[in-house]
C-alpha cells in the first residue's frame, strides 16, 4: 500500500506564488489553480515518491499546454460572464412589467419629444448626460473595490467582471449613438427617426440605471455567495 505524501503549507504557498508569477492575479483563480496542481503533485508522488517537488511541479504545470493557466482562466472568466449577464437581462426584464413599465414609457415619451421638438442638439445633450452621470458613478464604485482590494489584499475575478465592466457597454451605446447622431443629424427631426431614438434612448438610461445603482447592491450578495469569505471584507 503506497504512503500518502501530502504538500507542506509552506510548497502550498510556493504554489500560490507560482500562479502569480504566471500572471494569474485574482485570488479565486489562484486557489482553484493550486488545488489543481497541489492534487495532481501528490497523484505524481504516488508513482514517483523520490522527484522533487519542482520537479513534480513542472510536470504538473506542462499538463496544462503551450498557453498554461490562461486557457483555464479564460473559461471560467467566460463562465462568470455568461452568468452575470443572465442577471442584468433578468434586471432589465423587470423594467418592462408593471409598476416599472410606467416609468419606462415616461423616459420614451420625454425622449421622443424632446427629439420632436429639439433634434439632435437634445439627442447629443441627452448622450452626454447620462455618460457622464454613468461614468462618475462607475469611478465611484471602482475607488470603493480597489479600497475593498487594498483591505484585503486579494482581488476576485467576479468582483472585476462586475465593477469593472458594467459601464463599458453604457460607453459602446453613447459612442456609437454620438457617431450615428453626428452623420445623420438632419433625420433626427423625422418622426420615424424620433420613434427609433427615443427606444434606444430608454434602453440606454435602463442599462445604466441598473449597472450603476442595482447590480452593485446585487454584486455583494453574488460574490458573497461565490466566496464566502467575501462577506469578512465586504463592510
Not at 139 to 154: A, H, P
Amino acid at each position: 500500500m503506497k504512503k500518502d505524501i501530502k504538500l507542506t503549507p509552506e510548497q502550498i504557498q510556493e504554489l500560490y506564488k507560482f500562479t502569480r508569477q504566471h500572471f494569474v492575479e485574482h485570488y479565486d483563480m489562484q486557489t482553484e489553480l493550486v488545488d489543481h496542481l497541489a492534487n495532481d503533485i501528490e497523484q505524481i508522488w504516488q508513482e514517483k515518491p523520490t522527484l522533487s517537488f519542482e520537479d513534480a511541479k513542472k510536470i504538473s504545470f506542462k499538463k496544462f499546454g503551450v498557453f498554461g493557466f490562461m486557457d483555464v482562466y479564460g473559461a471560467r472568466q467566460g463562465a462568470l460572464q455568461k452568468k452575470y449577464m443572465k442577471i442584468l437581462w433578468q434586471h432589465a426584464k423587470a423594467w418592462f412589467r408593471l409598476p416599472k413599465i410606467i416609468a419606462t414609457f415616461a423616459f420614451y415619451y420625454f425622449f421622443f419629444r424632446g427629439l420632436i421638438e429639439y433634434g439632435d442638439t437634445f439627442a447629443l445633450s441627452i448622450i452626454g448626460v447620462v455618460v457622464v452621470f454613468g461614468l462618475v458613478k462607475h469611478i465611484l464604485l471602482l475607488r470603493k473595490v480597489k479600497k475593498r482590494q487594498k483591505l484585503s489584499g486579494k482581488k476576485w475575478l467576479l468582483e472585476d467582471i462586475i465593477f469593472k465592466g458594467l459601464f463599458l457597454g453604457g460607453g459602446m451605446i453613447g459612442i456609437n449613438l454620438f457617431n450615428i447622431i453626428n452623420i445623420s443629424s438632419p433625420d433626427v427631426y423625422n418622426i420615424f427617426w424620433a420613434v427609433f431614438y427615443a427606444a434606444i434612448f430608454t434602453i440606454m438610461v435602463v442599462y445604466v440605471y441598473i449597472s450603476v445603482e442595482v447590480l452593485p447592491k446585487k454584486a455583494e450578495e453574488l460574490l458573497i455567495e461565490y466566496y464566502p469569505e467575501y462577506s469578512l471584507i465586504s463592510t
